[in-house]
């Protein structure tokens, strides 16, 4: 009789598995959708601002138009307390700094490259004085 206690259905267990599988699903469903909509923006954004400078790039004068209501919607909320992030000094010092780092990463390869070189010359040296002792 203590068995059959313990013992659980078929059904049972497809009911329970069934709603672990309901529950779980509509945990991450909602975590998911968020963050596919957020990358979804955050590409529709980026695609208008290539777009936009391409057409800027092909007619000057619609380029000119939408730097001209790009600075006004700038100005518009830096009025309203909005903080802007278009400052062309502060642009172009970031893009000078990523490119310092770049030059200094891009060194410093260099010099493992060549140490390594170095080690694995000295071993073959010494490998060639065991043999020839």
């Known amino acids: ?29 909602m975590e998911a959708r968020i963050k596919r909509t957020r990358r979804m923006r955050e590409w529709r954004r980026k695609d208008c601002a290539k777009e936009e400078r391409k057409l ?15 600075s006004w919607s700038a100005a518009t909320s830096r009025a309203s307390g909005i903080k802007v992030h278009f400052d062309p ?3 172009k010092q970031s893009i000078q700094k990523e490119k310092r780092r770049q030059q ?7 010099e493992s490259i060549l140490k390594a070189e170095r080690q ?5 040296i010494r490998k060639d004085d065991s043999k020839a002792t």
């Not at 206690?5 to 529950?23: A, D, F, G, P, S």
């Open 1 to 29: 009789m203590v068995m059959s206690e313990k013992m659980v259905t078929y059904e049972e267990l497809r009911r329970q598995l069934h709603n672990r599988i309901e529950e779980f699903q509509a945990s991450s469903t």
């Open 56 to 70: 800027g790039l092909k007619r000057p004068e619609k380029g000119n138009i939408i730097s001209k209501k790009r």
């Open 104 to 110: 200094k990463n891009a060194h410093k390869w260099k």
């Open 89 to 91: 000094n502060l642009l």
């Open 120 to 124: 694995h010359k000295r071993i073959e």
